[in-house]
């Protein structure tokens, strides 16, 4: 299995970056060059954006409390806007530091750690700032985000002066013997952390992974408002989001008549929902298999965009008492002139227009048409939703919605979302962790041959940067990804 980026090439080689960014989260993905995010509204020679400065955010908190997931989905909010950000996960260095396959000395999480302890953790630190300050000063970066423990008030202080001027893995471990490590570490730094109450500093506090939020000394600019904002609508709590197409029309190829689903769209209906909620009741099953608790499931939302195609396909979910809702933003990219026209009559009839689109596929628009961009902005209310939504969640729509949502979710580069392909015979199931996202697909079985095939788009883009045009190239149709993929 792909594992994204490893702790090793994090702390060594700040330049790397994989072959695709579809198969697996790409968040810890550092780009060799400037590229346009896919919700950025503009873009500077600098590529910061010119009124919101350089900011350093240094995260606070006891082990286990979120901190990672925070700063991990911050980082993706932020670069989906176009803003250059980087995560430093403290943890990553530390493993670098020590080497593959070996574990830190057994105090070195402890306040009376040994002088060999300290002089390490000094060399883990120093490592970290010099990233920061390389990311910040020469690869011209925005927003750092600092995520380690920082228990001392005095610490916190000394960092603040410094950048002014200028997840644990337990890998070949028992899970029993894992745990009892965390929980030890925790315990050893509960007696000397000191909440953050320095009323010198601008920091926000969150309690209990946003039950409350205490902004302190509100002296922030633009960008430093948009974070705030966006950690209003962010919690922890584990849930999966789906995506899945909408069932055919009897016009397939109109977007304007808006037509209602065919017999063979109300049969995929029927077994998209039928493949779902066995799936989830499989899932629960094997959990309970693996020592997990009995617990019942959590419960399933469903979001539609308001076209009726898509109302329908959810009413299928609805009869079976799920709560739906329908949201307009959702709608699918809007074709323009383009509607009803085949490849061929589009190239005959606007040369022009399709060199400029086979040049740039996700921000140009035909004539009275759409960009993936302009629905990425469009988007953006509901990517906010989407973070708040504590529920298991499946989202139905056209292709165009799934792939810029899919492409948030899994920090896809611009250039690749319009590529993505979602052919209707899979369900995909986004799985969160703290440091990042994997995606697996479920296969729909019975499906007529003829509704399978992706969406038609007029024009064929040509392939992204990653040679990569589905979110799962070279996977079979079981659970677990490719080892050999990426």
């Avoid at 009892?180 to 050893?188: Q, V, W």
């Avoid at 909620?277 to 298999?289: C, D, G, N, V, W």
């Avoid at 609805?318 to 809702?325: F, H, I, L, N």
Wanted: proline share 5%.
């Amino acid at each position: 299995m792909d594992t994204l980026l490893t702790a090793d090439v994090a702390a060594r080689a700040p330049r790397f970056r994989r072959k695709s960014s579809t198969f697996i989260d790409a968040i810890h993905d550092l780009p060799q060059k400037m590229e346009k995010a896919p919700a950025q509204l503009y873009s500077t020679e600098s590529g910061r954006l010119f009124h919101a400065g350089r900011i350093v955010i240094v995260i606070v908190g006891l082990p286990a409390r979120g901190k990672t997931h925070t700063s991990v989905a911050l980082a993706r909010y932020l670069r989906w806007l176009g803003v250059k950000t980087r995560a430093f996960h403290l943890g990553d260095y530390r493993r670098a530091t020590v080497g593959p396959g070996k574990d830190a000395p057994d105090d070195y999480f402890f306040v009376n750690a040994s002088a060999s302890s300290v002089l390490l953790r000094q060399k883990v630190l120093k490592k970290c700032r010099q990233d920061i300050y390389q990311f910040l000063d020469v690869e011209n970066g925005q927003v750092a985000i600092y995520d380690a423990v920082n228990a001392l008030a005095a610490s916190r202080r000394t960092l603040a002066k410094e950048f002014a001027k200028h997840e644990v893995q337990y890998i070949g471990w028992k899970s029993d013997d894992a745990v009892k490590h965390y929980l030890a570490r925790i315990a050893a730094k509960i007696p000397h952390f000191e909440t953050m109450d320095e009323p010198d500093l601008n920091y926000i506090k969150m309690i209990n992974a946003g039950e409350r939020v205490i902004v302190n000394n509100c002296s922030f600019g633009y960008l430093g408002h948009r974070i705030v904002f966006y950690l209003l609508n962010l919690h922890i709590k584990y849930r999966c989001t789906f995506f899945a197409r909408a069932g055919t029309s009897a016009e397939v190829d109109s977007y304007k008549t808006d037509a209602s689903l065919s017999a063979e769209g109300q049969d995929y209906a029927h077994k998209m929902a039928d493949t779902l909620i066995r799936h989830r009741q499989e899932e629960r099953q094997a959990l309970i298999e693996r020592g997990g608790t009995d617990a019942p499931l959590r419960p399933l939302t469903v979001w539609s965009s308001t076209r009726r195609r898509t109302i329908e396909t959810a009413n299928e979910l609805q009869s079976r008492g799920y709560t739906v809702k329908q949201r307009t933003q959702m709608s699918q990219l809007n074709p323009g002139v383009c509607e009803k026209m085949t490849e061929g009559a589009i190239r005959a009839a606007m040369p022009d227009e399709v060199a400029k689109h086979e040049a740039d596929p996700y921000h140009h628009r035909y004539p009275r048409a759409e960009s993936y961009h302009d629905l990425a902005v469009r988007l953006e209310p509901v990517i906010l939703e989407l973070e708040r939504e504590q529920n298991d969640l499946l989202l139905i729509a056209h292709e165009s919605v799934l792939r810029v949502l899919y492409g948030y979710l899994m920090a896809c580069h611009a250039t690749d979302i319009p590529t993505l392909s979602f052919p209707r015979n899979e369900i995909i199931e986004i799985i969160p962790a703290s440091y990042n996202n994997q995606a697996k697909r479920i296969p729909i079985d019975g499906l007529a041959p003829a509704i399978v095939p992706d969406s038609p788009e007029g024009i064929k883009s040509p392939l992204p940067p990653s040679r990569v045009v589905s979110p799962f190239a070279g996977l079979d149709l079981g659970d677990e990804e490719d080892e050999e993929a990426a």
